[in-house]
């Protein structure tokens, strides 16, 4: 396939994203990701991928990562992974090892949202996998510049946006391998203990996923990953400063960056017991003007010819 052609897609199915809240109660028509199959045809001659090919397909994996999450579903299970790990290409930016760990992402999706028993062997699988990538992490992965005690969230800088973006995945699969693991007690003495345990590390995960995006906000993209995490874990907060200071993300992903998150405020307002504003920021992002509006459309019309090219 034209690598040209496989950039466009990409791009059509991140307008696409823009388009899909954090949470929703219906399942969205990912009508721009039927694209996805055309990534799986590529998958077939790897060995010839241009680098402009290669970056769009991981960043195609991506995508379905983001997509995967918001329905709680697999990862689309035609996405070879251990074929497109021979995608990832050694550099000194960092690129090369978030790759790896967004492919470790993408497992522990298919393992904590798929229809399998979960089970004890697979999770630790899973779980040394992930110590190992936080062992063996290169030089540029340790942050700049920590600071625990900057607020709610910690400050965490780091050298660049690769770099980001591989790290925020890492605390969503601490996020993931928490809420199933296997190994906690359903019931009995030590079940009390061990929920306290699970909550405060899936918490913290949260919120240091938050001080990442707010450390490093040029990579724009990494509110995205706010919004998911938020979005799965943000009704465990309790206490009142916590909770403001995570509407207020929110409310900046929106603003800022045109990530649909009223649903997931509103929500988390009525878990928490709170008054939910009239004034709550819109739960679609706003098109500002009539030539956005037709960009949008023109945008649309394009997936749709593109898509009947593959059915």
């Given at each position: 396939?034209?690598?040209?052609?496989?950039?466009?897609?990409?791009?059509?199915?991140?307008?696409?994203?823009?388009?899909?809240?954090?949470?929703?109660?219906?399942?969205?028509?990912?009508?721009?990701?039927?694209?996805?199959?055309?990534?799986?045809?590529?998958?077939?001659?790897?060995s010839d991928f241009s680098g402009l090919r290669r970056a769009a397909f991981l960043v195609a994996l991506r995508q379905e990562i983001h997509m995967a999450f918001i329905q709680g579903r697999?990862?689309?299970?035609?996405?070879?992974?251990?074929?497109?790990?021979?995608?990832?290409?050694?550099?000194?930016?960092?690129?090369?090892?978030?790759?790896?760990?967004?492919?470790?992402?993408?497992?522990?999706?298919?393992?904590?949202?798929?229809?399998?028993?979960?089970?004890i062997a697979t999770w630790e699988e899973l779980r040394e996998r992930q110590d190992r990538i936080w062992i063996e992490r290169p030089w540029i992965f340790h942050p700049m510049h920590v600071n625990e005690n900057s607020g709610v969230f910690p400050e965490i800088v780091y050298l660049n946006d690769a770099i980001v973006t591989g790290m925020l995945h890492y605390y969503l699969v601490e996020v993931l391998l928490a809420a199933h693991n296997p190994k906690v007690p359903r019931l009995g003495p030590g079940q009390a203990k061990s929920f306290r345990e699970t909550n405060e590390h899936i918490k913290k995960s949260v919120l240091t996923i938050c001080g990442i995006a707010e450390s490093n906000d040029r990579t724009q993209a990494?509110?995205?990953?706010?919004?998911?995490?938020?979005?799965?874990?943000g009704d465990r907060f309790t206490d009142l400063e916590h909770q403001d200071a995570i509407i207020n993300i929110l409310v900046k992903a929106d603003i800022r960056f045109a990530w649909p998150t009223g649903p997931i405020q509103r929500h988390l307002l009525e878990g928490w017991g709170r008054e939910v504003s009239p004034d709550l920021v819109s739960e679609q992002p706003q098109v500002e003007n009539k030539d956005d509006q037709q960009h949008v459309e023109l945008a649309d019309s394009i997936a749709s010819a593109i898509a009947m090219l593959h059915d």
């Open positions: 396939m034209d690598e040209n052609l496989l950039t466009t897609i990409v791009i059509l199915r991140f307008m696409e994203e823009l388009d899909v809240p954090c949470r929703s109660t219906e399942m969205t028509s990912e009508s721009h990701l039927v694209g996805t199959r055309v990534f799986i045809a590529a998958q077939e001659k790897m697999v990862v689309h299970p035609n996405f070879d992974l251990d074929m497109i790990s021979r995608l990832v290409v050694p550099d000194s930016t960092g690129c090369d090892y978030a790759n790896l760990i967004i492919l470790h992402c993408a497992s522990c999706i298919r393992y904590c949202y798929g229809s399998e028993e979960q089970s990494s509110y995205a990953y706010v919004c998911l995490a938020i979005t799965m874990a």
